[in-house]
T-cell receptor, first 112, second 112 residues
Framework: DTGVSQNPRHKITKRGQNVTFRCDPISEHNRLYWYRQTLGQGPEFLTYFQNEAQLEKSRLLSDRFSAERPKGSFSTLEIQRTEQGDSAMYLC??????????FGEGSRLTVL | DQQVKQNSPSLSVQEGRISILNCDYTNSMFDYFLWYKKYPAEGPTFLISISSIKDKNEDGRFTVFLNKSAKHLSLHIVPSQPGDSAVYFCAAETSGTYKYIFGTGTRLKVLA
């Protein structure tokens, strides 16, 4: 158990709906990451925060995606107007000023 | 552009024998490398890491070897156990970027 929790674990939605995922890292994690993993692929970097500041966003993160970490603790990832291509496992990870990432168990999104 | 490559999608090994998982990278700026293990429906779990100032790091049954000139790293598991059956990802980072790039994974099956 890494102490990183993600909710919901599985979300099924219809195309065009909005979805939001939440990640709660441990309090010591000043960096928080979002990755996306599709079948047969490794985790793909989406974005990361240092405390509440979003420092980098991948080109994979279209304008339908937005992530926040309002108080430097938990984070949310929202996907607006979902598309079938958004179906994936969304992984959150935290770390302390470098070193290994500690992943949560992921939130699986299925867009029908 | 896949900067971190795991060219073997799967590997089967007998229990008690050595498992060798390989990873190649193209970005010479990478200087920190990690291996993760992932079971189905779980997030990746950190196994072992190595900095580019070393060529070997060992932790119990797991040893990572780094060949900087060949831009190649490998993970050795000795002896392999059925519980090691999982998907293994290598990841790389350039210090200061705080961005971890993952390979596509190798599925290891340890046969009892």
């Amino acid at each position: 158990d890494t102490g990183v929790s993600q909710n919901p674990r599985h979300k099924i939605t219809k195309r065009g709906q909005n979805v939001t995922f939440r990640c709660d890292p441990i309090s010591e994690h000043n960096r928080l990451y979002w990755y996306r993993q599709t079948l047969g692929q490794g985790p793909e970097f989406l974005t990361y925060f240092q405390n509440e500041a979003q420092l980098e966003k991948s080109r994979l993160l279209s304008d339908r995606f937005s992530a926040e970490r309002p108080k430097g603790s938990f984070s949310t990832l929202e996907i607006q107007r979902t598309e079938q291509g958004d179906s994936a496992m969304y992984l959150c990870a935290g770390n302390i000023a470098g070193g290994e990432l500690f992943f949560g168990e992921g939130s699986r999104l299925t867009v029908l | 552009d896949q900067q971190v490559k795991q060219n073997s999608p799967s590997l089967s090994v007998q229990e008690g024998r050595i498992s060798i998982l390989n990873c190649d990278y193209t970005n010479s700026m990478f200087d920190y490398f990690l291996w993760y293990k992932k079971y189905p429906a779980e997030g990746p779990t950190f196994l072992i890491s190595i900095s580019s100032i070393k060529d070997k790091n060992e932790d119990g049954r797991f040893t990572v070897f780094l060949n900087k000139s060949a831009k190649h790293l490998s993970l050795h598991i000795v002896p392999s156990q059925p519980g090691d059956s999982a998907v293994y990802f290598c990841a790389a980072e350039t210090s200061g970027t705080y961005k971890y790039i993952f390979g596509t994974g190798t599925r290891l099956k340890v046969l009892a």
